[in-house]
Structure formats: structure tokens, C-alpha cells
């Protein structure tokens, strides 16, 4: 199983309606993240689900694992050695 972590020297902000501002710093850009890739964010970054599991939950049968491939190429997550 994958499991990834936020990248270092990555910031974010949530706003108020759930999207994710994030960008590698201090160069940027900052990437705006709605629907299933602020759920990927959360997961993996908020509330420490690694595995992506949090994020499926409530998505409609949506698939987590491309949102999070693209964060870890734009250099906001990592892929992490599995224990």
C-alpha cells in the first residue's frame, strides 16, 4: 500500500468553505485545492490517514490515488517507505 506525507518546506492554508492553499515555499506556486484533492490534503496532512483510506469515505466510490499523485509531482506530498 502507498503511503505519503506532506512534502517539507510545504505551507497551506484551509479556507472557510474547505478549499486548500498550498505551495512549496518559499517559491510557490500556490495551488488551489477543492472536491477530492483538498480530501486527499486533509487526509494525509490533518488527520494523519497515510493510506488515503479517510479521503474514499463519503467520495462516491471517487478514487483518491491520482489526486494524491498529483500533489506528490507538484511537490506537496511524498511518497513514504512502507513500515
Known sequence: MTRFGRAPDTGAVEGDDGTVYAARLP???ILVLTGMAARVWRAVVDAGEHDLE???DGAAGADPAPFAEALVEAG???VQENA
Open 27 to 29: 517559491d510557490g506556486p
Open 54 to 56: 479517510s479521503a474514499r
Open 76 to 78: 506537496l506530498l511524498t
